[in-house]
């Protein structure tokens, strides 16, 4: 059954069972609160990878009890990041965790072909995200990483996508190649690229998912909105997964789900050898929290 929000997230999580997140370059506040409050509920340890005089000061003038806890001072960044990396391939960590670091820094050190966890596949952002008045959980991507990816690069981010789907119990998301109108339009590409993965999920080339487009934002998510254009198809106000044709797009959805919806989110990045845990690091502490339990069932998927 799908989880529908980030309650049942959680209590999931801690059912299957704790596992370890190493943590890269961990002297932040939010990040310690995160995997603090994960190791309370049973969901997760830690190894800190940082600066250890920074990471202790932090704890303790928040009153964060760090007993439970790994420390491995590195206080040079990159090197941080490549330690943490390092305990997830070598099989002491079962997730990566981005702390007070840039995105390119960390996946510099994921994708290294010595120390990371390369695969062949598309690395790409998912956003999980639970909004007041929706009965379910939405999947944004790419908000984070892919900039203007390509019809076979976005084909590969919808299977990012279904797989973190997946991990949270929806095993035939529908998906949703949101672009700003419901026709296709030969002067708007993304529309091009929703007609062709239509395709390819209908051939079986794309599985695992229900895939329509275009759409346009409203009549993906709303059955009124689909009702009122006429648009008839399982997937129109009934999408899981939110597949945005450009970074900008996405990532102007993501931040509106924060700041305008105040709604609950996630971020995870998908498509290497382990899950990378990867907020902004604006993002608060519960939305850390809520990524790593994220991290968690994708890690006991695999």
């Keep these: 059954m799908a989880i529908k929000n980030f309650e049942a997230i959680i209590k999931t999580a801690k059912a299957r069972g704790s596992k370890t997140i190493a943590v890269a370059v961990a002297q932040d506040l939010d990040v310690l609160l995160a995997v603090k409050n994960a190791a309370d509920l049973g969901i997760a340890s830690a190894i800190l990878v940082g600066k250890a005089a920074d990471i202790r000061r932090i704890a303790a003038e928040n009153q964060i009890s760090l007993d439970a806890f790994q420390i491995i001072d590195e206080p040079d960044n990159v090197q941080a990041c490549r330690t943490a990396v390092q305990f997830v391939s070598q099989g002491k960590a079962q997730v990566v965790m981005k702390g007070l670091i840039d995105t390119a820094v960390l996946l510099k050190a994921v994708l290294d072909k010595e120390i990371g966890l390369r695969t062949a596949n598309v690395l790409s952002h998912v956003a999980v995200a639970e909004l007041e008045g929706y009965a379910r959980l939405f999947y944004v991507t790419d908000a984070a990483m892919n900039i203007a990816p390509t019809l076979a690069e976005k084909k590969q981010i919808i299977e990012n996508a279904v797989q973190v789907a997946n991990a949270l119990g929806n095993d035939q998301p529908k998906v949703a190649c949101v672009c700003a109108v419901e026709k296709v339009n030969l002067k708007m590409p993304a529309t091009l690229d929703a007609e062709e993965l239509v395709k390819l999920n ?32 399982p997937v129109a106000g009934h999408a899981d997964i939110l597949m945005v044709p450009f970074i900008e797009s996405g990532n102007a959805l993501y931040k509106s789900i924060v700041f305008f919806a105040r709604g609950k989110i996630a971020g995870i990045v998908v498509g290497a050898k382990a899950p990378i845990v990867l907020t902004s690091r604006a993002d608060s502490d519960i939305t850390k929290l809520h990524s790593i339990a994220i991290g968690i069932l994708m890690a006991d998927k695999r």
Excluded: W
């Design 202 to 233: 209908q051939a079986g080339e794309l599985k695992g998912c229900l895939v329509a487009g275009p759409l346009a934002l409203d009549n993906a998510v709303s059955p009124e909105a689909a009702k009122h254009k006429g648009i008839v198809n």
